[in-house]
């Protein structure tokens, strides 16, 4: 197949779906965490579709959703201080903080830019020589290459007023608390695309490996999707547990090594707390000493009071897989995409806003 709509074709989805319900196989949880997944999964009703074979259950794929409360409080209180411009990506606008978020703060007379990209960002700061211009550095894998080499651009123009505030998550941390927590009984994930083509499958091999969970790379399309659904039954069919690719198009098992080079030549990897899993060892990205000026942590002194998420959201236990979005009683109701509770109902990519949006009579 080489396009587009070949990966979306209503027949050849029908066939997979019935290929799939026809092997000899038991009904097995499978878990996607990427976002992009989830919402395809929503949009192309590839769940109802494969039921029979497969329960498909979303996981931390968001990096919106993921990012903590503490995290987004932090970024509130600094984007108050004098001085301060607040640079973000937009869907980040909306997200809960403990008592407000980034919309209201600029309704109240914070001065918070929705940039597209970290290069938007160092551009503002280039423009506005006497503020500061602070850069949520938010997403996985696939964006910190794209913050990181706005650092090293701010860096050679020797800008004194962009810092970046890094909330950056890496994913095979993520799966290795998942596959260790008993709650979750995962019997394969669908591992995300483009996160891939960054990493390559090798960092995941340690979860067939270690915890005999196989592993398949999809890509975004109704058709990858259940490719790799496809895959993964076989693997379980086999009693195998391997990491491999359905993205052949876009993922080369050593990923990209010079986005990785430049990610490394900035960050160091450290420690990071996610909504929903708490703290996972080396799961997120510090500034390294050569660009600790660019750490927005070490330029502000801020500290915001002990974060409390939003009364009656669940939004953890549906990212760590364990609730379903429907079984959160504030779904649909008091917690809807025009007004939402929780983070995985602001995100576009969220699993609450997927449901909700694609929810089928
Ligand atoms: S960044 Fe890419 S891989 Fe990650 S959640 Fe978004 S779409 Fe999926
Ligand atoms: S329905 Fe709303 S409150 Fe409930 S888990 Fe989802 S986002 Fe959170």
Not at 21 to 40: A, K
Not at 120 to 133: F, G, M, S, T, Y
Request: with cysteine; net charge negative; proline share 7%.
């Amino acid at each position: 197949m080489k396009y587009v709509d070949e990966y979306r074709d209503p027949r050849a989805v029908r066939e997979l779906a019935d290929a799939i319900n026809r092997m000899d196989v038991s009904r097995s949880c499978l878990m996607e965490v990427c976002g992009t997944h989830t919402m395809s999964i929503a949009r192309y009703g590839l769940r109802e579709l494969v039921a029979a074979r497969a329960a498909l259950i979303s996981g931390p794929g968001c990096p919106v959703c993921v990012t903590a409360q503490e995290d987004i409080d932090w970024f509130l209180e600094a984007a108050r201080l004098p001085g301060i411009i607040a640079a973000t990506f937009g869907d980040m606008m909306r997200v809960p903080g403990s008592h407000s978020n980034l919309e209201q703060e600029r309704a109240r007379g914070a001065d918070v830019r929705v940039v597209y990209s970290p290069a938007d960002a160092v551009e503002l700061a280039r423009r506005n020589p006497d503020r500061q211009v602070v850069f949520f550095g938010v997403g996985f894998e696939t964006t910190a290459p794209a913050v990181a080499m706005s650092v090293l651009e701010a860096k050679a123009d020797s800008l004194a007023n962009y810092t970046v505030f890094s909330a950056h998550k890496l994913i095979p941390p993520a799966l290795k608390a998942l596959v260790a927590a008993p709650e979750l009984a995962v019997n394969g994930f669908i591992l995300p695309g483009h996160v891939s083509v960054i990493l390559g499958s090798k960092p995941y091999e340690f979860v067939a490996r270690e915890h005999r969970v196989p592993c398949v790379i999809a890509g975004f399309e109704p058709v990858d999707v259940l490719q790799a659904v496809r895959m993964l039954l076989a693997q379980i069919a086999d009693e195998r547990a391997e990491v491999e690719i359905a993205y052949g198009r876009a993922v080369m098992p050593d990923g990209n090594p010079r986005a990785r080079a430049v990610v490394g030549e900035v960050f160091d990897v450290a420690d990071a707390r996610w909504r929903g899993l708490g703290e996972v060892a080396g799961s997120g990205l510090s500034f390294n000493v050569a660009h600790r000026d660019f750490d927005a942590r070490a330029r502000f002194d801020v500290s915001p009071p002990p974060a409390v998420e939003p009364a009656g959201c669940r939004c953890g236990e549906v990212l760590r897989g364990v609730l379903a979005p429907e079984q959160c009683a504030l779904f649909g109701e008091r917690c809807t995409p025009r007004d939402p509770v929780g983070p995985c109902m602001v995100s576009s990519e969220g699993s609450c806003a997927a449901r909700h949006r694609y929810a089928r009579a």
